[in-house]
């Protein structure tokens, strides 16, 4: 799908500048409803959370905000490009949270490089919310400022850059090991990329016993013996020199997180018989499906594109990641909560898929090498995973508010239908 500059440009200008506005919930055309909600009842409001800061969860909009924070270093390919440029991005990211999972979310662009300042900023702001999607962050710092964020916040704070495609390629990694009678334990995993998404998908990829990790970055496969790997890349550095073709020699599975051509068909041919193949640069992949297929034709091939099978596409995890973590009132989101959202995306991959939605893109879809992934647009995947991940915060000890599950369930599948967004 191709869209123009034109068109982008014309469409952001549609009716009013920007993609998103603030509306009022309550109603406000009195004279008492003016002494309601703002001086002097909201007073009574503010005596009450002054007295029980948890209250803010019953008497504001903190149990359903988000903000979508960000500092311009590492805006969709285009780099650093600074924090006003990328309010756009920041904008479309909002508008994500409302369309498929309720939650309203404003983007907060901040000029600040510094990692210290720019913790301090978001710690100082983050009362206002419910939970903190940090977003387009360069690689090493955004390791740093999530986890001293995580620690220093009581809210839910999550870079998506790096989680987002880690639980999807997780869950097309879990489908595309049961097709092929693979043991995800036993894979050989090559990861050319070594940037925020690179590392997290590392991570998740151990949680799930795979320790045959190789990274690949401009300079090579990280080795051990580089003197030029930061803490991070040093987590995934290889016991030993080895070559690129002694990397891709019988590997099961190459995800590409990198940029178009760094990835060719003698790599693919070295991998064993019917390798998964997730190449994530957008718009044009590390390497084409065309030609993977043509040295390797029982590939499993997905990509970030919406115009191939398996669109690896964050939207398919964060939005409810936070649904889950904002309805129990979590204190984080942990790997528990991931691990969970994860495994709950592959199995949605199973169902028989809703006629609607086949008619969204044209034809049948069904469990297989070109279907591991759901699409998008699915309404189950507001409930299954929304649920898998609040499951998982009550589990691991870090939610605040315990659900009736069967309660909740039907919350879920209601709160679209409901919604205003179009």
């Given at each position: 799908?191709k ?19 603030i ?15 703002y001086?002097?009842g ?13 209250l ?7 149990g ?14 285009l780099?650093?490009i ?30 600040e ?24 962050i360069?690689?090493?710092e ?34 595309a ?98 390798p998964?193949v ?8 590390e390497?084409?499906?065309?030609e ?28 409810y990641l936070?649904?889950?973590?904002l ?7 942990n ?11 592959a ?7 809703p ?10 879809l069904?469990?297989?090498?070109e279907?591991?992934i759901?699409?998008p ?15 998982a ?30």
């Open positions: 799908m869209i123009t500059k034109a068109e982008a440009l014309a469409y952001h200008k549609l009716h009013k500048p920007g993609k998103k506005e509306a009022i919930t309550k109603p406000f055309a009195s004279q008492r409803d003016l002494a309601t909600a001086t002097p909201v007073g009574y409001v503010s005596q009450e959370i002054a007295q029980n800061p948890d803010a969860y019953e008497y504001t909009t903190k359903n905000f988000v903000a979508v924070v960000t500092n311009g270093t590492a805006v969709l390919g780099g650093d600074g924090p006003l440029a990328a309010k756009p991005v920041m904008e479309g990211k909002a508008i994500l949270f409302k369309k498929f999972a309720g939650i309203d979310a404003v983007g907060i662009e901040v000029d490089k510094d990692p210290e300042k720019f913790i301090e900023v978001v710690r100082a702001i983050s009362p206002t919310f419910g939970g903190i999607n940090l977003e387009d360069k690689a090493p955004c390791f740093e400022m999530e986890e001293r964020l995580k620690e220093i916040t009581d809210i839910p704070v999550m870079h998506d850059d790096q989680h987002g495609t880690a639980i999807v390629t997780t869950a097309g990694l879990l489908n090991c049961e097709i092929t009678g693979r043991n995800p334990k036993d894979l050989k995993v090559v990861i050319v990329g070594s940037g925020a998404a690179a590392i997290a998908s590392a991570k998740m990829y151990r949680y799930f016993g795979i320790e045959n990790i190789i990274l690949i970055d401009s300079k090579g496969v990280v080795h051990k013996s580089r003197t030029d790997l930061n803490s991070y890349k040093h987590q995934f550095a290889y016991p030993q020199t080895l070559s690129r073709q002694e990397a891709f020699a019988e590997a099961d599975m190459v995800l590409g997180l990198s940029q178009p051509g760094t990835i060719s068909q003698e790599d693919i041919a070295l991998m064993k018989e019917a998964f997730f190449v994530c640069s957008n718009p044009v992949p390497i084409m499906p065309d993977v297929r043509a040295v390797r034709p029982q590939a499993i091939i997905a990509t970030g594109r919406s115009d191939f099978p398996n669109q690896v596409n964050n939207v398919l995890g964060f939005p936070f649904r889950g973590a309805d129990t009132r979590s204190r984080a989101i790997y528990e909560m991931m691990i969970a959202a994860a495994k709950a995306l199995k949605i991959a199973h169902l028989e898929v006629e609607e939605i086949e008619k969204i893109y044209g034809k049948k069904q469990f297989g090498t279907y591991i759901p699409t647009f699915d309404p189950r995947l507001i409930v299954e995973i929304s649920i898998a991940v609040a499951q915060a009550v589990q691991s000890g870090v939610a605040r508010k315990e659900l009736n599950w069967d309660t909740y369930r039907k919350h879920l599948s209601q709160l679209l239908k409901t919604s205003a967004v179009v």
